[in-house]
Each structure stands twice: as structure tokens, then as C-alpha cells.
């Protein structure tokens, strides 16, 4: 059974920036496209960003669009996410997520999309 592994989360004040990371247990990950979720408390779990296997596509949700930066690194299994200018509201836990079945336009924004997921890095924004 793969899994996915986050690290890279902390505390830091808005305005700052934070990288994160999600390695990947096998890699037969690499042929699956790769996303990163948040969840706030009381909240549900939120499509954050998504990168397809060979990285021509990338998805963001509009509240972090101009702010954040997936990548993803096949060559070490990797997937980051880089965020910038971050704000208080984007406290959460995040978590990688990877989706097994084929890319298709709309089928990478809800939870029940992705097959695997990490155990989730907090990322505390200060005001």
C-alpha cells in the first residue's frame, strides 16, 4: 500500500511564505496527478491544488490563486506547494492527496476524487 508523507508545515505571519512538501512511498505515483487539500476546524476538507502526471496541467481554487504554486518533482516522488503572501484564513491542515483513475476536466476538486492521502501538516497563519 503506497503512501504519502507531508511535511514543511508551522506557524508564520501573514504576509510570509511557507513550502511544502509530500513524498511519495513508490513510484508508481508519478502517473497519478496529485493534489493538495485544507481543512479548517469546523470546516470541510477543501481542494486547494492540483497538478496532472506530466505537469502541463495545473488547477487552483480561486482563494489562493496568485498565492500559491504546485509543483511536483517525478524524479524524487515528490509534490510542493508553495505559498506566498499567506493570510490568517489560510490556517488549516493541509494534506497531499494523489488520484488514481484518468484525468478528466472536472473530476479533481472534491475528496472522493483522490484514492490516497497523507496524515496532514498544519500551517498556522498569525496575524
Known amino acids: 500500500q503506497g503512501q504519502l508523507v507531508e511535511s514543511g508545515g508551522g506557524l508564520v505571519q501573514a504576509g510570509g511564505s511557507l513550502t511544502l512538501s509530500c513524498a511519495a512511498s513508490?513510484?508508481?505515483?508519478?502517473?497519478?496527478?496529485k493534489g493538495w487539500f485544507r481543512q479548517a476546524p469546523g470546516k470541510e476538507r477543501e481542494f486547494v491544488a492540483v497538478?496532472?502526471?506530466?505537469?502541463?496541467?495545473?488547477m487552483y481554487a480561486d482563494s489562493v490563486k496568485g498565492r500559491f504554486t504546485i509543483s511536483r518533482d517525478n524524479a524524487k516522488n515528490t509534490v510542493s506547494l508553495q505559498m506566498n503572501n499567506l493570510e490568517p484564513e489560510d490556517t488549516a491542515v493541509y494534506y497531499c492527496?494523489?488520484?488514481?483513475?484518468?484525468?478528466?476536466?472536472?473530476?479533481?476538486?472534491?475528496?472522493?476524487?483522490?484514492?490516497?492521502w497523507g496524515q496532514g501538516t498544519q500551517v498556522t497563519v498569525s496575524s
Open positions: 492527496a494523489a488520484k488514481t483513475s484518468l484525468w478528466s476536466g472536472g473530476m479533481y476538486a472534491r475528496p472522493a476524487d483522490y484514492n490516497y
Open positions: 513508490e513510484r508508481t505515483f508519478n502517473a497519478f496527478a
Open positions: 497538478i496532472t502526471p506530466s505537469k502541463t496541467i495545473t
